[in-house]
């Protein structure tokens, strides 16, 4: 079979709720992947920054077999011997108080906000039913039913009606637009510290520590979604630390599993977790061994291999040259780390041309809100890596004509 007839197969039989670019890929190794003809392909979106690691890291293989030969799933009816050492490594890497594990990072979004609405009533004293989260526009958290009904993208709403009620939307960046939001019954903040979805947003210098000190005059839980910028994507463990604060919840995914099983967590670094009790929330899958055996060891070679560090100096490199291309088609090269996005001015004709252009040169990135275009390569990538990437990035951004 070539890559046509996968595209038929997929077209006859699945959902039409994707546009991907029409390459079929069948394996993957490091930063590289190759489609179905054998042509070889720079990964430089990392599904979304799951694949931080690179694919089919060695070691993390390595752990999934041992444990898919001894156990996969118990569910949380019983105990198992990879639970309690995941919740002890992660929380000592991260500096947080506990953990609950989840599947997706959806599933973690959700359990944040039960866990600070529930925080709200049994802690702070909000009436019942009342509770307030603030969240920021251009937002992109996930696709559940709760999570799109606070998007202020209109496609991700259209025709799913009525929503959950409780959430108000703020510009992103903007501290006083947050002061200004809190009511008595504000119980949390949730923000993305770099909105990847939204077109690699960052915020002003500065914004997370405003917010970390608002959130605590006010006695509002600060809730970071880090499951794309966390786990050294942005050059830092988690995005947080480039204002050198501690969020209360930090929620991760993605590359907790680096690419190899569906894994999340709600980490704590208070005691909002402690509101729960046995019966109010859980997962069937949440915990469990093969994917706590994957995540030790994701998070283990993400530390062993240096991959933060690497991710910053590179990305500092990347983002450097990038921007001395000199295209009339761009308008602002921006982001931390390998978390990189190339605004197009709106004359280019869109981000996704590019993208496909790229695909003809070796490399694979996608467009993301119409003008942007991603980049965001495995934290493994090297600098001459990065060179043979500019050369082709340039080619493209100086070459393609508006449609």
Known sequence: MITGDFIQLENEFGANNYKPLDVVLSRGQGIWVWDVEGNRYLDCLSSYSAINQGHCHPKILEAMNDQAKKLTLVS???RNNQLGPFYKEICELTQSHSVLPMNS???????????IRKWGYMEKGVPAGKAEIIVCDNNFHGRTLTIVGFSSEAQYKEGYAPFTPGFISIPFGNATALKNAITPNTVGFLVEPIQGEGGVIVPPDGYLKS???ICDRNNVMLILDEIQTGLGR????????HDDIQSDLTLVGKALSGGFYPISAVLSNKEVLGVFKPGDHGSTFGGNPLGCAVARAALRVLIEENMIKSAATLGEYFMKQLKEINSPHVKEVRGKGLLIGIELNHTAGGARRFCEALQAEGILCKETHQHVIRLAPPLIIQRENIDWALEKITRVLNSKAKH
């Open 234 to 241: 942005t050059g830092k463990l988690f995005a947080e630390e």
């Open 105 to 115: 990072g959806a599933e973690a979004v959700e359990t944040a906000i039960k866990a």
């Open 211 to 213: 917010v970390r000190k």
């Open 76 to 78: 949380r009816a019983f």
